[in-house]
């Protein structure tokens, strides 16, 4: 019992931490990276389909992305989707790829991203410490309903203590990389 909520804990958290990452491939730095792309969605017959599905999305000289659709009258498509985006990004039409440079970005949008990015870590570690929780939460019914000691109790919300320590600073770990990123020239 008390095995499988710390388990299940545990995979909530890592979801937790995927999570970020994926809202850190959102904040674009100064360098391109086809990560960038990856919430861009296009409309193709009809069905909303996520962008890397229809192109291949390469880096070129770490300042531009190059999209080549797999289908050419797909390139007007996809140049709507990245300018719908929000994702402060002007591409180029060449006929049948897009060019996507990277606008430098300034002091103040590199602010601004850093806050977004200091955003979304502490949004993961408030998510972190609801999942202990719940499983503190857990273990306490648990130890109402007498399926478990006190003291079993109590060392089960140690470990899941531990855990959300480990997970934390997992957040913190990613939140500095990105924010060094940010504000590297």
């Given at each position: 019992?008390?095995?499988?909520?710390?388990?299940?804990?545990?995979?909530?958290?890592?979801?937790?931490?995927?999570?970020?990452?994926?809202?850190?491939?959102?904040?674009?730095?100064?360098?391109?990276?086809?990560?960038?792309?990856d919430?861009?969605?296009?409309?193709?017959?009809?069905?909303?389909?996520?962008?890397?599905?229809?192109?291949?999305?390469?880096?070129?000289?770490?300042?531009?992305?190059?999209?080549?659709?797999?289908?050419?009258?797909?390139?007007?498509?996809?140049?709507?989707?990245?300018?719908?985006?929000?994702?402060?990004?002007?591409?180029?039409?060449?006929?049948?790829?897009?060019?996507?440079?990277?606008p430098?970005?300034?002091?103040?949008?590199?602010?601004?991203?850093?806050?977004?990015?200091?955003?979304?870590?502490?949004?993961?570690?408030?998510?972190?410490?609801?999942?202990?929780?719940?499983?503190?939460?857990?273990?306490?019914?648990?130890?109402?309903?007498?399926?478990?000691?006190?003291?079993?109790?109590?060392?089960?919300?140690?470990?899941?203590?531990k855990?959300?320590?480990?997970?934390?600073?997992?957040?913190?770990a990613?939140?500095?990389?990105?924010?060094?990123?940010?504000?590297?020239?």
């Open positions: 019992m008390i095995d499988d909520i710390i388990q299940d804990a545990e995979e909530r958290m890592q979801k937790s931490l995927v999570a970020l990452d994926e809202a850190f491939k959102r904040i674009r730095t100064g360098r391109a990276h086809p990560g960038l792309l919430s861009v969605v296009v409309s193709y017959y009809g069905a909303e389909t996520p962008l890397r599905q229809l192109a291949n999305v390469t880096v070129e000289e770490g300042r531009s992305l190059i999209i080549s659709p797999w289908e050419k009258q797909l390139v007007g498509e996809i140049e709507k989707a990245i300018l719908k985006s929000n994702l402060g990004l002007n591409p180029s039409n060449n006929g049948d790829t897009l060019r996507v440079p990277m430098p970005l300034t002091e103040e949008t590199r602010r601004e991203f850093t806050r977004q990015a200091r955003t979304e870590a502490e949004n993961s570690r408030v998510a972190i410490r609801n999942i202990r929780r719940n499983a503190n939460t857990d273990f306490k019914d648990l130890q109402r309903e007498k399926a478990i000691s006190e003291d079993e109790q109590r060392r089960a919300e140690e470990r899941i203590g855990l959300t320590e480990k997970y934390i600073s997992g957040v913190d990613a939140y500095q990389i990105k924010e060094e990123d940010l504000l590297s020239f």
